[in-house]
């Protein structure tokens, strides 16, 4: 019979059921509703230690955005704000 855990990520509760695995082996469905939210916990788990983020688990760690990627993104919207700012201006100075 399958018991009911609570994801540590989304705090879903979802259906487990204890599957023989070696010790100290990662199991995804002991912490978490999907894969995808495994793979996070995991991450943090590991950064929490101190250790380096896998390899196979670094699609999932959004920490590690380029801060590049962030800037192109700001300076995107500085530029419709900017011409946003300059469609004012004509309207002001049609009356």
């Given at each position: 019979?399958?018991?009911?855990?609570i994801?540590?990520?989304?705090?879903?509760e979802y259906?487990?059921c204890?599957?023989?695995?070696p010790t100290?082996?990662?199991?995804?469905k002991?912490v978490?509703?999907?894969p995808e939210?495994?793979a996070?916990?995991?991450?943090e788990?590991?950064?929490?230690?101190g250790?380096?983020?896998?390899?196979?688990?670094?699609?999932?760690d959004t920490?590690?955005?380029?801060?590049?990627d962030?800037?192109l993104?700001?300076?995107?919207?500085?530029?419709?704000?900017?011409?946003?700012d300059?469609?004012?201006d004509?309207?002001?100075?049609?009356?």
């Amino acid at each position: 019979m399958a018991a009911k855990r609570i994801c540590k990520i989304c705090g879903k509760e979802y259906e487990y059921c204890h599957t023989e695995r070696p010790t100290g082996m990662f199991y995804w469905k002991d912490v978490a509703c999907c894969p995808e939210h495994g793979a996070k916990y995991f991450i943090e788990v590991a950064k929490s230690r101190g250790q380096a983020v896998p390899k196979e688990f670094a699609e999932f760690d959004t920490d590690s955005e380029s801060e590049d990627d962030d800037d192109l993104f700001d300076d995107d919207l500085d530029d419709e704000e900017d011409e946003d700012d300059d469609e004012i201006d004509d309207d002001d100075t049609a009356d």
